[in-house]
């Protein structure tokens, strides 16, 4: 069975280059393109959200010309922009879905992961944090702002908001890892805490990560 990838946080250096050692923060690198998948899937299964092809794309692109602020047109052409790696013009249209109806939890959602990806992380942590009060019970809104709050270095808001989505799901196997990722940050290392999040991500189907083997195993009395 072929394992997915976590949304998962590798140390990089300021130069890009993935690094080897222990880092004071895993949460340095940008959203990984396994995100895209993950978002894509999820408006799929809570929207009408239309396959990238010329024509889906062509019929978006007349409606919001003939509806500026038809909001539901605005997302599914921003989340397709956003799979073909176009992110000024996802954000641009995300934005604008946005504003043409403020209660639209999943534009905003996805306008915040664009924003993190994209390493807007104070317009990341906004968007998000919209999203989540829109829709409190979302798991993947508080999976993604934990993530975005750790990458600010807020490890013990990052840890709520991870343990906030396993409480709404259990079974995401990304709030698992990432909760591993924040316990081997803290001073000294949660390691065991570490290391069932991390074993319980593997079970949900996350691939191994060689990085925090390494570390959990270097942490062993």
Same mark, same amino acid.
């Given at each position: 069975?072929?394992?997915?990838?976590?949304?998962?946080?590798?140390?990089?250096?300021?130069?890009?280059?993935?690094?080897?050692?222990?880092?004071?923060?895993?949460?340095?690198?940008?959203?990984?393109?396994?995100?895209?998948?993950?978002?894509?899937?999820?408006?799929?299964?809570?929207?009408?959200?239309?396959?990238?092809? $010329?024509? @889906?794309?062509?019929? #978006?692109?007349? !409606? &919001?010309?003939?509806?500026?602020?038809?909001?539901? %047109?605005?997302? =599914? *052409?921003?989340?397709?922009?956003?799979?073909?790696?176009?992110?000024?013009?996802?954000?641009?249209?995300?934005?604008?879905?946005?504003?043409?109806?403020?209660?639209?939890?999943?534009?905003?959602?996805?306008?915040?992961?664009?924003?993190?990806?994209?390493?807007?992380?104070?317009?990341?942590?906004?968007?998000?944090?919209?999203?989540?009060?829109?829709?409190?019970?979302? $798991?993947? @809104?508080?999976?993604? #702002?934990?993530? !975005? &709050?750790?990458?600010?270095?807020?490890?013990?808001? %990052?840890?709520? =908001? *991870?343990?906030?989505?396993?409480?709404?799901?259990?079974?995401?196997?990304?709030?698992?890892?990432?909760?591993?990722?924040?316990?081997?940050?803290?001073?000294?290392?949660?390691?065991?805490?570490?290391?069932?999040?991390?074993?319980?991500?593997?079970?949900?189907?996350?691939?191994?990560?060689?990085?925090?083997?390494?570390?959990?195993?270097?942490?062993?009395?």
């Amino acid at each position: 069975m072929h394992k997915k990838t976590a949304c998962r946080f590798p140390r990089i250096n300021p130069s890009g280059a993935t690094v080897a050692g222990p880092s004071r923060n895993l949460f340095l690198c940008a959203f990984c393109a396994f995100l895209r998948p993950i978002l894509l899937c999820f408006f799929v299964a809570t929207t009408s959200f239309a396959a990238d092809t $010329p024509a @889906a794309r062509a019929r #978006l692109e007349k !409606t &919001v010309a003939a509806e500026p602020g038809n909001a539901t %047109a605005l997302l =599914e *052409l921003g989340l397709l922009e956003y799979d073909a790696q176009h992110f000024e013009q996802a954000q641009k249209l995300l934005a604008r879905a946005t504003q043409a109806k403020p209660e639209l939890a999943p534009a905003w959602l996805a306008l915040g992961v664009v924003a993190c990806e994209t390493g807007k992380l104070d317009a990341a942590l906004a968007a998000l944090s919209q999203a989540v009060l829109l829709e409190p019970r979302n $798991p993947k @809104a508080h999976s993604y #702002l934990g993530v !975005t &709050v750790g990458r600010k270095g807020w490890l013990d808001g %990052a840890e709520a =908001e *991870l343990q906030r989505a396993l409480e709404l799901d259990e079974s995401l196997a990304e709030p698992h890892f990432n909760l591993a990722v924040v316990y081997l940050q803290e001073n000294p290392p949660m390691v065991e805490l570490a290391r069932r999040h991390y074993h319980r991500a593997l079970e949900l189907g996350a691939a191994p990560d060689s990085l925090v083997e390494n570390q959990l195993k270097g942490s062993k009395q």
